[in-house]
T-cell receptor, first 114, second 114 residues
């Protein structure tokens, strides 16, 4: 299995630009999570989906952030417009089964907003 | 709100030394507990987890953790560390009910000197 796939691995953009991060979960996993990692705030959940439906988006910072999961094998996290404080590593993770099952993390996307 | 505390931000040890990393959580209900590791430049990987039964949990690479409910703790241990254990270690919790999201501690950077 290829594991969780994220693209791009690195993104450098200028303030005000739209950024789209992509994630392909492990086949058969019905839960998908987006996390953000920063020095100041550590690892924090942004949103998660079950069977393509958003379950909890309380961690999404503000309206500039949106996430979609149009099908079981693809999700996007969009930031529009981007700001320097959005610079972070964004991780996607997927899981299935009981809630104590492991979440498998992707390699992350390192976003730098200039 | 649920929180997870890792009091050691940076630990430096020599090879063969014993390791104990602290983790405390604030939620009083049923919890599932995890330790994840992030090697330099890599994604998060599960070391071990607790969800029920024996409170002493053994994980990969010789790591173990003990769940002490009365102390709200889930400390990570390894009797003899190796240089390859240099990484950042995250304690994480999911609480009871239907919640799936992981709440992470701030992480502990472990540096093992050869």
């Amino acid at each position: 299995d290829a594991g969780v796939i994220q693209s791009p691995r690195h993104e450098v953009t200028e303030m005000g630009q739209e950024v789209t991060l992509r994630c392909k979960p492990i086949s058969g996993h019905d839960y998908l999570f987006w996390y953000r990692q920063t020095m100041m705030r550590g690892l924090e959940l942004l949103i998660y989906f079950n069977n393509n439906v958003p379950i909890d988006d309380s961690g999404m910072p503000e309206d500039r952030f949106s996430a979609k999961m149009p099908n079981a094998s693809f999700s996007t996290l969009k930031i529009q417009p981007s700001e320097p404080r959005d610079s972070a590593v964004y991780f996607c993770a997927s899981s299935t089964g009981p809630r104590y099952n492991e979440q498998f993390f992707g390699p992350g996307t390192r976003l730098t907003v200039l | 709100a649920q929180s997870v505390s890792q009091h050691n931000h940076h630990v430096i040890l020599s090879e063969a030394a014993s390791l104990e990393l602290g983790c405390n959580y604030s939620y009083g209900g049923t919890v599932n507990l995890f330790w994840y590791v992030q090697y330099p430049g890599q994604h998060l990987q599960l070391l071990l987890k607790y969800f029920s039964g024996d409170p002493l949990v053994k994980g990969i690479k010789g790591f173990e953790a003990e769940f002490i409910k009365s102390k709200f703790s889930f400390n990570l241990r390894k009797p003899s560390v190796q240089w390859s254990d240099t990484a950042e270690y995250f304690c994480a919790v999911t609480r009871g009910g239907s919640a799936r999201q992981l709440t992470f501690g701030s992480g502990t950077q472990l540096t093992v000197l050869p």
